[in-house]
């Protein structure tokens, strides 16, 4: 259950579930944040969720910590760890290697494999989406095949295209925008993650699953419309 209660700032209180990134913390997380989202608490603004915790934000001039926290420690008290809701499975198609995957070569020959055969294995598993965070849409998903982990770049890219599919650790995640980052870029998507012209900008959330399917580069520019 609740591994501590921090008080942020006096509009902000994180509440934490553990100490691990794992399947049964962060269905605890998605879990609470559902219930606070339905339970009313005056003052409300909004409840971001992590891998591991849960960051509550407040209207200081509605409602204190101290009163926020005591109904926190209420919801707690029955939050289980029963998944949140229905997980929705995205299939994302990816164009590996080449000018999309920079990096590929490297994560490939870390492990011993083939351009091909470790752009295969990234897309071999299915996903969750842990948390968005970083930039708006920007996934965090997991766990990665231990055999093509590979660390963050000793000094990050000042530019990364949007759509990129990235490695950093156990991780994997996708750029929704065109911003510096210091991941290993294996893969790029023509799939748009976040656009404010849809009612739902966001195209991942917290508890979905992602299937990466590889794509061709003609694929690729066709899907994109680029053809550069």
Request: net charge neutral.
């Amino acid at each position: 259950m609740i591994s501590r209660m921090i008080q942020l700032s006096e509009y902000a209180v994180t509440v934490e579930f553990g100490d691990t990134i794992d399947l049964p913390t962060n269905e605890l997380v998605l879990t609470f944040t559902g219930a606070v989202d339905q339970a009313g608490i005056p003052g409300l603004v909004e409840v971001v969720p992590t891998y591991r915790s849960a960051t509550v934000y407040f209207d200081a001039r509605l409602t204190d910590a101290i009163t926020v926290m005591k109904d926190l420690r209420a919801l707690t008290a029955t939050t289980t760890s029963a998944p949140s809701r229905p997980p929705i499975t995205h299939t994302i198609p990816v164009w590996y290697g080449g000018s999309a995957g920079p990096d590929l070569a490297d994560v490939a020959r870390q492990a011993g494999l083939t351009p091909l055969e470790a752009g295969a294995l990234h897309a071999s598993v299915t996903y969750r989406v842990f948390m968005l965070g970083f930039s708006p849409g920007f996934p965090y998903l997991g766990p990665v095949p231990a055999r093509i982990a590979t660390p963050r770049l000793p000094t990050p890219r000042r530019q990364v295209a949007a759509g990129s599919v990235g490695i950093a650790g156990t991780q994997t995640g996708i750029y929704p925008q065109a911003s510096p980052g210091g991941w290993r870029i294996i893969g790029r998507t023509p799939v748009l993650l976040f656009s404010l012209h849809r009612p739902k900008p966001f195209l991942l959330a917290p508890g979905d699953q992602v299937r990466f399917v590889p794509i061709e580069e003609e694929v690729f520019k066709e899907l994109s419309g680029d053809q550069a």
